[in-house]
T-cell receptor, first 112, second 115 residues
């Protein structure tokens, strides 16, 4: 079974607005990662947050992690048309095996 | 040049045929993975390998086999393809130890259609 579930499944916003995507997971983790996928292409790593961190920033990205609620959010500020993609959260499930469990993704559309 | 490459990029085959998907990487990573992606289901792990002598089953290994020919090469085989193996297949790599050892680097994917 998959570890993560993203919400919403699809999100459509105007360029310049902020986009927030949420991820919930089921078991304890060492870290949580967010990846981006442009249509039909490989996934690209965006940001990693460890279980002892609560918030992390990278450029226009802000990720939060609440291990008590087993949830994370990804905020993209000042969105651009080029941000249009699917976004996936992935967790490692504390197996130590570096295996990632991916959620079903949020499809973000940024309208110019 | 891409760090993780996959061949072929697209393949159409018939039920019962044997198919091999190949993955090569120039990142020098020990760990390699094969995933499949189906619409609405995200990515699911098929097999993974932590070094040349190590092969492990993932979440959905039935109907698949793999070969780790070298550190840089990891192949996925469908011994007898069936239509529900129609999907997008991704290879990924990751390092061991170091600052970004938990990050996986993905190839561009292989779109496989089984008729």
């Amino acid at each position: 079974s998959q570890q993560g579930e993203e919400d919403p499944q699809a999100l459509s916003i105007q360029e310049g607005e902020n986009a927030t995507m949420n991820c919930s997971y089921k078991t304890s983790i060492n870290n949580l990662q967010w990846y981006r996928q442009n249509s039909g292409r490989g996934l690209v790593h965006l940001i990693l947050i460890r279980s002892n961190e609560r918030e992390k920033h990278s450029g226009r990205l802000r990720v939060t992690l609440d291990t008590s609620k087993k949830s994370s959010s990804l905020l993209i500020t000042a969105s651009r048309a080029a941000d249009t993609a699917s976004y996936f959260c992935a967790t490692d499930a504390e197996t130590g095996a570096n295996n990632l469990f991916f959620g079903t993704g949020t499809r973000l559309t940024v309208i110019p | 040049d891409a760090d993780v490459t996959q061949t072929p990029r697209n393949r159409i085959t018939k039920t019962g045929k044997r198919i091999m998907l190949e993955c090569s990487q120039t990142k020098g990573h020990d760990r390699m993975y094969w995933y499949r992606q189906d619409p609405g289901l995200g990515l699911r792990l098929i097999y993974y390998s932590f070094d040349v002598k190590d092969i492990n089953k993932g979440e959905i290994s039935d109907g698949y086999s793999v070969s780790r020919q070298a550190q840089a090469k990891f192949s996925l085989s469908l011994e007898s393809a069936i239509p529900n193996q129609t999907a997008l297949y991704f290879c990924a790599t990751s390092g061991y130890g170091g600052r970004d050892s938990d990050t996986q680097y993905f190839g561009p994917g292989t779109r496989l259609t089984v008729l």
